[in-house]
């Protein structure tokens, strides 16, 4: 099992950038691929990006392409998420999960999830 833990969420502006870390322990070597996903109230969780843990381009959803990066510290076992240009409809609970899958999009391939931290972006 992967425990993951998220930070660096809050209350921003719209327009603003934020940065969202999480760091992974357990056993992460069973890991390929770290994903970020957001949930927002009265909705599905739904997929935000994907990396994996030994290379390859990270991968994202269509809604957030061009404005959020996801990149990695494969030394220190943690994954950011970059969000740039942030509108209200991306105020959400952000979670990232660990998946023992390649490429994955879906939150079903996902096996472990973090505890999420909210973003809240004001118009």
């Known amino acids: 099992q992967v425990q993951l833990v998220e930070s660096g969420g809050g209350l921003v502006q719209a327009g603003d950038s934020l940065r969202l870390s999480c760091v992974a322990s357990g056993r992460t070597f069973s890991s390929n691929t770290m994903g970020w996903f957001r949930q927002a109230p009265g909705k599905e969780r739904e997929f935000v990006g994907g990396i994996g843990w030994s290379g390859g381009s990270p991968y994202y959803a269509d809604s957030v392409k061009g404005r959020f990066s996801i990149s990695r510290d494969s030394a220190k076992n943690t994954i950011f998420l970059q969000m740039n240009s942030l509108k209200p409809e991306d105020t959400a609970v952000y979670y990232c999960?660990?998946?023992?899958?390649?490429?994955?999009?879906?939150?079903?391939?996902?096996?472990?999830w973090g505890q999420g931290t909210q973003v809240t972006v004001s118009s």
């Open positions: 999960a660990a998946s023992m899958l390649r490429y994955i999009y879906s939150a079903s391939g996902y096996d472990d």
